[in-house]
């Protein structure tokens, strides 16, 4: 055994505590693809020799799937997800892969085994509530070291991808750092952390859909849930670190999008997100027959940093199948791109009842020039006869966007003229932050981040106030009519009312008492988180509309009789 003990060494697979590493050796020899251990001092835990894998080789086994509890280490997992629903997405994700591997959930932070926060590095200011979360778990994994009870902590997502070993040597009470494209690897990363070393896999992938791997859906009151289907972006805007952090755009195969939209059916899901960096540019390429197609359109006036992709089948298709599954269920989609939206897709949404008549249209800015800038592949002429066009297919249509305040170079005349687009278009439901600069992106090796913090804070101050009294406006137009609302569940400003969402994602605040049953049922009911309900609204704010409920009906029933 000792000459074992020898060759394992000498492939850098095994190492004695005092035995100091060659330059290079704990990244080259130990390793995993995309991993970056940094020892402690400590061996890995008794498990299959050498000679176990050179057998398996000779006799081409396949690598056996882990069973339930039967990876070392495994125990209680607590999950905290920060940022996009893409975020959410990849929390039931990797939760999917560890509770297979035998891993318990627990809501409770002071009971856990291993610790892992999914995060979002779009802005210096999600890193840093991540930075200061880090803080706070120092002290509760002190006190489990000196109670000798392990505690492992692991940064996945978007920070981990961006940063990489710099979270292991910046903080060293973190065991394991997992990429988007990394999940799979959890299992392993944990067993290395378990042996007292810090580990990291960050290698992005060119097809990784994780599409064999059915979510374990988290949402509360389980009414809606959040469908990946496509991962990564290649729009390449300039302020944009996702394409750093997520990789290149892949689609997953419509069949297995198809199969887990079923089986939240089945379990009585109500709406469905569809997700996706750029999630309308959706393209899958997984049978030969596919990719005869031809490229669809751009919308009028846009174009792309890459050239056009023929072949595959496209987001009307896949929108139009996804719809057919269940008339009950409502189908919504973020976050696209406003260059994917062709006609096929509108026709799509306005003939079919269970979509949403809502559509994201991230606009950025106001400004041509800024645009340009960004490299967003439009103008703003481009963008507003886009705008109108929509409104024209979808009449009603709920509009929601994007705007960044600050970004280079940005001049008051710019800033004035995204005001004037806000106040033109009249979203809404708003998404806007001020400039923060990543690395990698092309904004930080090419433009000057030259707008100062306090010009910002007052500009995005200002597109925030306007972005409020249009969408008031907006919303105040709809006092008097009768809105579908899907039921969420208690309101959480009082547990006499109830909260759900309307067609175009507006929450909707009412009663809760007893109603009609549209179906002609004699006995008064109570809405349930799930249920269908028509709610007159008597009042509006920027953000909510207020009403009374006036019965129960169904999604179907609504659109026949609207």
């Known amino acids: 055994m000792l000459l074992w003990r020898r060759a394992l060494r000498a492939a850098g697979l095994l190492r004695s505590a005092a035995a100091a590493p060659r330059p290079g050796a704990a990244r080259r020899g130990r390793c995993g693809p995309g991993e970056r251990p940094v020892g402690r001092g400590a061996a890995l835990p008794a498990g299959p020799d050498l000679r176990h894998f050179l057998r398996g080789a000779a006799a081409g086994e396949p690598r056996p799937e882990p069973q339930p509890g039967s990876a070392p280490g495994t125990g209680k997992v607590y999950l905290e997800t920060y940022g996009c629903q893409m975020n959410v997405n990849d929390t039931e994700i990797a939760w999917a892969i560890l509770q297979k591997n035998g891993y318990v959930r627990t809501q409770d932070l002071d009971e856990a085994d291993v610790i892992l926060l999914v995060t979002c590095s779009v802005r210096e200011k999600a890193e840093q509530a991540i930075w200061n979360r880090l803080r706070h778990l120092k002290a509760l994994k002190a006190r489990r070291q000196q109670a000798r009870l392990p505690l492992r902590i692991g940064i996945l997502g978007c920070m981990a991808e961006r940063l990489k070993e710099e979270i292991l040597h910046r903080e060293k009470l973190v065991d394991i750092v997992a990429g988007p494209d990394a999940y799979r690897d959890l299992p392993r990363l944990l067993a290395v952390a378990e042996s007292g070393q810090q580990a990291a896999n960050v290698l992005l992938s060119l097809d990784e859909t994780y599409a064999d791997i059915l979510p374990v859906q988290t949402s509360a009151g389980g009414t809606t849930a959040f469908v990946s289907i496509m991962r990564g972006c290649d729009n390449m805007c300039s302020y944009c670190i996702v394409p750093f952090t997520r990789g290149r755009e892949r689609s997953r195969p419509i069949a ?31 049978e030969v027959q596919f990719q005869s197609a031809a490229a669809p359109v751009l919308s009028r006036g846009f174009s792309t940093v890459y050239k056009a992709k023929p072949g595959g089948l496209r987001f009307a298709h896949l929108l139009d199948q996804v719809s057919r599954i269940d008339p009950e269920m409502r189908i919504r989609f973020t976050s696209p791109h406003p260059k994917d939206f062709p006609d096929e897709v509108l026709q799509l949404i306005q003939e079919r009842h269970n979509i949403c008549k809502q559509l994201h249209l991230p606009a950025q800015s106001g400004s041509t020039r800024v645009l340009e800038a960004m490299r967003r592949g439009y103008t703003r002429e481009a963008y507003l006869e886009l705008v109108h066009h929509v409104r024209e297919c979808i009449p009603g249509v709920s509009l929601s966007s994007d705007f960044i305040a600050g970004f280079c170079g940005e001049t008051e005349e710019d800033h004035q003229q ?50 409020r009294e249009e969408a008031a406006r907006a919303n ?53 988180p799930g249920d269908y309900v028509v709610v007159k609204v008597t009042s509006a704010s920027s953000q909510t509309l207020k009403g009374v409920l006036l019965c129960r009906t169904t999604l179907s029933r609504s659109a026949a009789h609207p």
């Open 256 to 286: 297995s999008i198809l199969q887990e939209v079923r089986m939240l059916s089945d379990q009585g899901v109500k709406e469905v997100t569809l997700l996706g960096q750029n999630v309308n540019s959706f393209r899958d390429m997984s």
């Open 476 to 528: 105040e137009a709809m006092v008097g009519q009768s809105q579908l609302v899907l039921v969420e569940g208690p309101s959480k400003r009082s547990v006499s009312e109830l909260c759900g969402r309307n067609d175009g994602n507006i929450k909707v605040i009412f009663p809760d008492a007893e109603i009609e049953d549209a179906a002609g049922c004699e006995a008064l009911v109570r809405a349930q």
């Open 418 to 467: 995204t005001v004037s687009l806000l106040r033109e278009v009249r979203y809404n439901i708003g998404f806007l932050f001020a400039y923060s600069m990543r690395q990698k992106t092309r904004a930080y090796h090419r433009l000057q981040d030259d707008v100062p913090a306090d010009i910002k804070k007052r500009r995005l101050e200002e597109l925030i106030t306007v972005f």
